[in-house]
């Protein structure tokens, strides 16, 4: 059973940075895309980034280019999202997700497994 387990969100002035984490377990993920999504209240939950697992490879939502950057480290299966430059608008839940299929996609009905989510609040 995949199992995702995401950390590190909490409250931070705008400007400022934070780095998200995502634990994975449960199976092997190399030929699997991960990606970040968030959820504002009231709003859709949308595709923030995501990354190829195997390859490295990117995508990132055009509102945080320049500003995320995901990464995932092999050795303790986990996906990172760094943010900087945060803004009051970034504020929302973030989840982790992974899918069933091959290959990294930016649409949510593609992933079937979801974290629990985790609170990042960004103050004016």
């Known amino acids: 059973q995949v199992h995702l387990v995401e950390s590190g969100g909490r409250l931070v002035q705008a400007g400022g940075s934070l780095r998200l984490s995502c634990a994975a377990s449960g199976r092997d993920f190399i030929n699997y895309g991960m990606a970040w999504f968030r959820q504002a209240p009231g709003k859709d939950r949308e595709f923030v980034a995501g990354i190829d697992w195997g390859r490295g490879s990117a995508l990132y939502a055009d509102s945080v280019k320049g500003r995320f950057t995901i990464s995932r480290d092999f050795s303790v299966t986990t996906v990172y999202l760094q943010m900087n430059s945060l803004k009051p608008e970034d504020t929302a839940v973030y989840y982790c997700?992974?899918?069933?299929?091959?290959?990294?996609?930016?649409?949510?009905?593609?992933?079937?497994?979801w974290g629990q989510g985790t609170q990042v609040t960004v103050s004016s």
């Open positions: 997700a992974t899918g069933t299929g091959y290959g990294l996609r930016t649409t949510r009905a593609w992933y079937t497994y």
